[in-house]
């Protein structure tokens, strides 16, 4: 009976040894697999990014044939609006509430370089430059976007907004 006993209380449990090795296989795995995610993550962002301008640009077009006395958007809120209101030069509700503040998916958006005249004492804007940079540069992406009131798309490989790199 004694030796009965003794095996049925090995034979409980893992050993302290065992333990240590799955615990060190999975470290190791673990290593192996974080950098991957990280990689895929700013991949997505980069995906977002680069779509978010897109809509950017095609919400412009939209706003300029709503409002041609207005010509482009020169602000996201101008683009954004809340649901449920009736849509204005000032509220047009072509792109969603997220993007209209200008962060999304690790990247921060803008439009600039906006051309202003003036005609019959009416502001219109005639160009612009939507931007999309990165909110950390190597960690939420590695390039920045750009585009023009022609919807012409191009990157700047370094983060920035010298956006000098047509997208195929």
């Known amino acids: 009976m004694n030796i009965q006993t003794e095996r049925k209380r090995h034979d409980e449990g893992f050993t302290l040894i065992e333990l240590l090795i799955v615990m060190s296989i999975m470290l190791v795995l673990m290593t192996l697999a974080i950098p991957q995610l990280l990689k895929l993550r700013k991949t997505a962002n980069e995906t977002s990014a680069l779509q978010s301008v897109r809509t950017i640009g095609q919400a412009e077009l939209q706003y300029n044939s709503a409002y041609p006395a207005n010509g482009f958007s020169c602000s996201l809120p101008q683009l954004g609006g809340t649901a449920g209101a009736a849509p204005t030069a000032q509220a047009a509700q072509l792109i969603d509430a997220g993007l209209a503040a200008g962060q999304k998916s690790g990247y921060t958006f803008a439009i600039t370089n906006c051309t202003k005249v003036t005609i019959n004492n009416q ?6 430059q939507i931007t999309a940079v ?6 939420t ?17 370094t983060g920035g907004t010298n956006c000098t790199q047509p997208i195929q």
């Open 123 to 128: 502001d219109m804007y005639t160009s612009y």
């Open 134 to 139: 990165p909110q950390s540069i190597g960690k």
């Open 141 to 157: 992406g590695d390039a920045g976007f750009c585009a023009d009131e022609n919807n012409t798309i191009r990157k700047d490989p």
